[in-house]
């Protein structure tokens, strides 16, 4: 555990406001669920808590069918990382910080298509995806649950000249609604 020299007391309510810079660090937005931990040396620990995660076997069964059925790269979001990916490196992927592309999707709430192949793409899925040439087709479509944005679907390829369709956009479409239907349950 790293120590932030950071003091706050208890207000009379038995709150403890968390430090903005604290927040935009770790990605906490306003509403977000944090799971609380204690440990026996009397430590509360914070954690944000990852609807998506609680998926868990099911997500990345998921991609994997995902993957097979297009054999395109699939990736599942929460709102903050990769939780699974079939396709592709793990290493590339998993557990990185979600790119432009999957934070606008999900904040606009509607799907993003984008085939732009060999250059800068918008629709990027994780952080540093933006570099030129990474994919010729991206699309990505936000999972709803109660009204709220709680991750993404995402199809990708690195095929030259690949280009996406209203195809791939119902498919990740179709995904984002069942695993939000999952988490509504």
Request: net charge negative.
């Amino acid at each position: 555990m790293k120590a932030t020299g950071i003091v706050r007391k208890i207000d009379d309510l038995g709150r403890i406001v968390i430090p903005k810079e604290i927040r935009r660090t770790m990605r906490i937005r306003e509403g977000d669920p944090m799971e609380i931990f204690v440990n026996r040396e009397g430590e509360i620990i914070l954690k944000k808590y990852s609807l998506i995660k609680e998926l868990g076997d099911f997500a990345i069964e998921y991609a994997e069918s995902l993957y097979e059925a297009t054999g395109h790269i699939a990736i599942i979001t929460d709102r903050d990382q990769t939780i699974t990916v079939a396709g592709a490196s793990k290493k590339e992927f998993l557990h990185k910080p979600v790119g432009a592309g999957v934070d606008k999707a999900m904040s606009d709430r509607r799907p993003m298509l984008q085939n732009q192949p060999g250059t800068a793409l918008a629709a990027a899925i994780c952080e540093g995806d933006e570099r030129e040439g990474k994919y010729s087709a991206v699309v990505i479509a936000p999972i709803i649950a109660e009204g709220d944005p709680i991750g993404a679907v995402a199809l990708a390829s690195q095929e030259s000249n690949q280009k996406f369709n209203d195809i791939e956009l119902r498919l990740v479409e179709t995904g984002a609604a069942f695993l939000a239907k999952q988490m509504e349950q």
